[in-house]
């Protein structure tokens, strides 16, 4: 069963477990950015926001089977509008993905979402991460645009769906 929970950057075995979900899943920082997962990958994880937005709109959530973290994921709120939800990431281990897991923990992101007034939950896909995108829309996101950032090694596909 997957559970979730709250993470901070300030707790040293949260940091770790991060670290050890990126270095655990080698696959997305290479397929997006074109590199080795790497210790940046924490501080963006738990520190990169959109303009504009307070360190209080930004979750850090992880992802457990049992005590072990499996997955990990960071939410916005009201962003980039009042209503909606933005995930920024959403990562499982290599081991532990295509377990159903993702879908649960999409479930309990928009189970919380709610919780904040969202209707609506957002993301960018990366064009380069094919799994990824397919996951998107076999949940029911939608294509809004597509646009480019030097950051990332392909499109950015900015996708949305209704929070049931």
């Known amino acids: 069963m997957l559970t979730i929970r709250a993470i901070t950057r300030e707790s040293a075995s949260d940091s770790v477990d991060v670290l050890r979900i ?29 303009a504009g937005k307070e360190a209080t709109d930004k979750f850090s ?13 960071d939410v916005i709120r009201s962003y980039p509008a009042n209503d909606c939800a933005f995930i920024g990431l959403l990562l499982f281990s290599e081991a532990h993905q295509s377990r159903g897991y993702g879908k649960i ?3 309990l992101i928009e189970e919380m979402a709610r919780g904040w007034n969202c209707s609506k939950t957002q993301l960018a896909a990366i064009s380069t991460n ?9 949940e029911g996101f939608e294509i809004l645009r597509r646009t480019s950032n030097p ?3 392909g499109d950015v596909i900015v996708m949305e769906r209704a929070i049931a």
């Open 61 to 73: 959530i992880g992802f457990y089977v049992d005590t072990d973290m499996v997955g990990c994921a």
């Open 151 to 153: 950051r990332f090694t």
């Open 22 to 50: 990126f270095m655990e899943a080698p696959s997305y920082t290479r397929l997006v950015e074109g590199r080795p997962p790497s210790g940046a990958d924490v501080d963006d994880f738990f520190s990169g926001m959109p």
């Open 130 to 138: 094919p799994r990824a995108l397919a996951f998107w829309q076999r």
């Open 105 to 107: 923990a999409l479930s």
